[in-house]
């Protein structure tokens, strides 16, 4: 499993909060067999600069050296892929274009099979939310194995949905610990829940 994410630059406030996130989360996605890569338009020499910085706020402390940076000296290589955003390009500003260009930041996961299982884009003045990323892959690696599918708000651990494809008495065999149907108010009966497998 891999996750891409992309920023504008080096050096802006709100991208440095989230590498430093990503640092502290690192053994969370490693339990998870996720990789991932930090994106962004600037040279290698920033990036090694760039890493070393101590996070502020709540993350005081972790370093952001636990990511692979990608540089690129090439700023095709991103507009070709529509991952950065080409306002953001020559501006000059690394306080924090989000605040006068507004470009955004995109997430990206792939499974094994080499394929976007999930994208995600985020206004360049709005921190990603890791926990949420961490709750995708989480139901992501659980959907590809099994045959269900999460419910909204699921957190490891809950109830899942068994999905629609599979005939009553085949989940009944599939998921030994009992499969419960929610009574609906049009009376049918296609919202079945079991326990996390």
């Known amino acids: 499993w891999g996750i891409l994410f992309s920023h504008p630059r080096d050096f802006t406030p709100v ?11 690192a053994s969370e996605f490693s339990k998870r067999n996720v990789k991932m890569i930090a994106l962004s338009i600037d040279s290698v020499q920033d990036h090694l600069c760039w890493s070393k910085v101590q996070c502020v706020g709540r993350h005081k402390g972790s370093l952001c050296c636990c990511l692979a940076l990608k540089g690129s000296t090439e700023q095709s290589t991103g507009l070709e892929r529509h991952i950065l955003n080409p306002k953001a390009y020559g501006t000059g500003d690394v306080c924090c274009p989000a605040l006068t260009l507004s470009p955004s930041t995109q997430v990206f996961i792939f499974g094994p099979d080499k394929k976007l299982k999930l994208s995600i884009l985020y206004p360049a003045s709005t921190g990603r939310n890791f926990d949420e990323i961490l709750r995708v892959v989480d139901s992501l690696q659980l959907t590809a194995y099994k045959k269900v599918a999460t419910p909204v708000d699921w957190k490891c651990g809950d109830s899942v949905v068994v999905v629609p494809t599979i005939p009553d008495e085949e989940a009944k065999k599939l998921f030994p610990k009992g499969v419960f149907t929610k009574d609906l108010p049009s009376g049918k009966k296609y919202l079945r829940y079991t326990p996390q497998p």
Do not use: H, N, P
């Not at 991208?15 to 989360?25: H, I």
């Open 15 to 25: 991208c440095t909060t989230e590498l430093g996130r990503a640092a502290k989360l």
